[in-house]
């Protein structure tokens, strides 16, 4: 399975953005789906998670900003990202929880894609 995560770039502060994520191989079913950032410096960080019925959570930091999202059909996850501040400078990461049809389940990774917001 493999993960292709995209949209990042260079904003201003309180400007958007949506980043996008599409998984491709075959497999049984994808469970949840979410996104982290990794800042300089930092930790790899939840930013947002969905699950298969659409139930979502978010870090406190992103609350009321931010809004994850996916779509079903396309194996695609969403992260809509508003009225974005310097500290949301990072890598984000997608990430997904995938069955294969042997019935296995395991975590992948996208490539990570640079949002950097600018002062």
């Known amino acids: 399975v493999q993960l292709q995560a995209s949209g990042g770039g260079l904003v201003q502060a309180g400007g958007s953005l949506r980043l996008s994520c599409a998984a491709s191989?075959?497999?049984?079913?994808?469970?949840?789906m979410g996104w982290y950032r990794q800042a300089p410096g930092k930790q790899r960080e939840l930013v947002a998670v969905?699950?298969?019925?659409?139930?979502?959570n978010y870090a406190d930091s992103v609350k009321g900003r931010f809004t994850i999202s996916r779509d079903n059909a396309k194996d695609t996850v969403y992260l809509q990202m508003n009225s974005l501040k310097p500290e949301d400078t990072a890598v984000y990461y997608c990430?997904?929880?995938?069955?294969?049809?042997?019935?296995?389940?395991?975590?992948?990774w996208g490539q990570g894609t640079l949002v950097t917001v600018s002062s």
């Open positions: 990430c997904a929880d995938v069955t294969s049809y042997s019935r296995y389940s395991s975590v992948y």
């Open positions: 191989a075959s497999f049984f079913s994808i469970n949840a």
């Open positions: 969905i699950a298969s019925g659409g139930s979502t």
